[in-house]
């Protein structure tokens, strides 16, 4: 049985129709699809893998939406153009992994994958400016974007919670 392009193939939402990740998490869908459009004009891939292939499907599918397209708009107009140093599509290029994105890697779901990620954190550098540096920083910057992108969804769910709990006339915990 072959890969389903209206499945994503990569991450976290590996498995999960196009529609579910519009739906489910509209957010992250724009966010990744502004970071691929940006690579897509840089034409920094010269041999795209299945990865690369499965995002393209998942572009076709979100420029459907009138709306998906202004959002991705918004997101590159607001965010400043990447650096390739530290975009995710770039491979890791050395190890077991050499052949996936730094993105595939991060967020992939698999044990092998997760413990692998946190090696390398603790590995140290010995040639600063290295493949080895550039992934550490590139990790590290994207997990400390995702604790801060917990932190205001806590901050959200809280107010929501309070808001809620204020109509209902009852007062509960969320944490």
């Not at 129709?17 to 840089?42: C, R, T, Y």
């Not at 290295?130 to 910057?141: A, N, R, S, V």
Request: glycine share 6%; net charge positive.
């Amino acid at each position: 049985m072959g890969a389903q392009p209206e499945r994503l193939q990569f991450g976290k939402y590996c498995g999960k129709p196009f529609i579910w990740l519009v739906e489910k998490n509209v957010g992250w869908a724009v966010s990744l699809m502004a970071d691929h459009e940006a690579v897509q004009e840089k034409s920094c891939l010269t041999s795209p893998d299945a990865q690369w292939d499965n995002k393209e499907a998942l572009y076709r599918y979100v420029n459907m939406f009138p709306e998906m397209r202004k959002a991705i708009k918004a997101r590159r107009d607001k965010r400043p153009q990447p650096n390739l140093s530290t975009t995710g599509d770039i491979l890791v290029g050395f190890g077991p992994y050499s052949n996936l994105s730094r993105q595939a890697l991060l967020l992939s779901t698999e044990k092998e994958h997760e413990s692998y990620v946190k090696r390398m954190l603790r590995h140290p550098v010995t040639n600063p400016g290295g493949k080895l540096d550039i992934l550490k920083k590139y990790l590290i910057k994207m997990q400390a974007e995702q604790t801060a992108e917990d932190q205001a969804m806590i901050m959200v769910a809280e107010k929501v919670e309070k808001s809620y709990n204020m109509e209902r006339g009852t007062v509960y915990h969320l944490f």
